[in-house]
Nanobody
Framework: QVHLVESGGGLVQPGGSLRLSCADSGSTSSINPMGWFRQAPGKQRELVAMITRLGKTLFPNYGDSVKGRFTISRDNNRNTVDLQMNSLKPEDTAVYYC?????????WGQGTQVTVSS
């Protein structure tokens, strides 16, 4: 059973950086792809970035809102996916969710709060 657990969220000032990590603590299933979504209060959950086992991003532009500031990476041996977030802005404030697929089955983490505020 896949069990995704996120870590690394918190409070950071505008312009700061955070690194989110997501690990599968429940199994050794091959999860592909893996990715990060986020949901701000009152808004729909949106894709931030996704990455395959081969290291290819499925959405290379990451979306205009995070392009050039966020980087996704993964470690296949540990079934982990990280999101490095730089030059954070108040509008990046949201709950960030890790997501992964094993075949056609989707798995979500519980989410980690990121708050960008001075």
């Amino acid at each position: 059973q896949v069990h995704l657990v996120e870590s690394g969220g918190g409070l950071v000032q505008p312009g700061g950086s955070l690194r989110l990590s997501c690990a599968d603590s429940g199994s050794t299933s091959s999860i592909n792809p893996m990715g990060w979504f986020r949901q701000a209060p009152g808004k729909q959950r949106e894709l931030v970035a996704m990455i395959t086992r081969l290291g290819k991003t499925l959405f290379p532009n990451y979306g205009d809102s995070v392009k050039g500031r966020f980087t996704i990476s993964r470690d296949n041996n540990r079934n982990t996916v990280d999101l490095q977030m730089n030059s954070l802005k108040p509008e990046d404030t949201a709950v960030y969710y890790c997501k992964g697929w094993v075949g056609a089955v989707e798995y979500w983490g519980q989410g980690t709060q990121v708050t960008v505020s001075s």
